[in-house]
């Protein structure tokens, strides 16, 4: 009994040791995740698919429709709705950022709580039964969410008006933006498929964890 208990300690500590380090290079990834957006004249000159923003002329793995992943819109959304394509971009920017802080959500607290009792690892073995197991946390959340939205409908209803750029909110705190448009455009590129990778992430974490019954890493 004494062998088990110090193995299930063992293999704790392991699995806490690899989520530290998966959360510290989610957090270098996402590093420039909310760099204003606004689009380069150069890259809106070279790439004129989807009103030139980022992401059209990149080459991927992907071999679906006629052109694959270059200027990728199998649905012919840009073609049939022009005028919808900066709410297109701002839509997927915004989930992609959220999807980034929900990645992080939800490891974290698979290393360490808040203090709390309500929020301890006893209370909520599984980081998943945290949202039927804390109501008034959700609808704080939740609150906060349409603060967000609410406030942010002006300036998405100005976007076709060409004062800003899809997710171009003005907030770099940590002066991440380059002066120099072929980096900014990098920079992009980098904020754009995190964000889709995120996307994905955490309909896996959240997917694993109602499959398996588990934590991190859910199986």
């Not at 704790?12 to 995740?33: D, E, G, P, Q, V």
């Not at 959220?98 to 607290?109: E, K, T």
């Not at 997917?207 to 890493?217: D, Q, W």
Request: glycine residues 8%; contains cysteine; proline residues 6%.
């Amino acid at each position: 009994r004494v062998r088990c208990c110090a193995s299930q300690a063992a293999s704790n500590y392991t699995c806490r040791s690899t989520m530290k380090s998966a959360i510290f290079a989610s957090l270098i990834a996402s590093a420039a995740a909310f760099a204003p957006s606004q689009q380069s004249r150069s890259t809106t000159a070279l790439n004129e698919f989807c009103k030139g923003y980022v992401g059209g002329d990149n080459i991927e793995p992907m071999w679906i429709g006629e052109t694959g992943s270059k200027n990728f819109d199998p649905a012919g959304f840009t073609e049939s709705c022009p005028e919808w394509v900066p709410w297109f971009r701002e839509a997927e920017l915004k989930h992609g950022r959220v999807s980034m802080l929900a990645c992080l959500g939800a490891l974290v607290p698979e290393v360490v709580r808040v203090p709390g009792e309500q929020f301890s690892f006893e209370s909520i073995p599984k980081v998943i039964d945290a949202h039927d197991a804390l109501p008034d946390s959700m609808i704080q959340i939740f609150a906060a969410i349409s603060y967000v939205e609410a406030t942010s409908w002006g300036a998405l209803a100005n976007m076709n008006e060409f004062d800003r750029a899809p997710g171009d909110f003005g907030f770099d705190p940590l002066k991440l933006k380059p002066s120099d448009p072929e980096k900014y455009a990098v920079l992009q590129m980098q904020e754009l498929k995190n964000g889709r990778l995120a996307m994905i992430g955490i309909s896996g974490i959240v997917a694993g964890s109602l499959v398996s019954g588990h934590g991190f890493p859910y199986f």
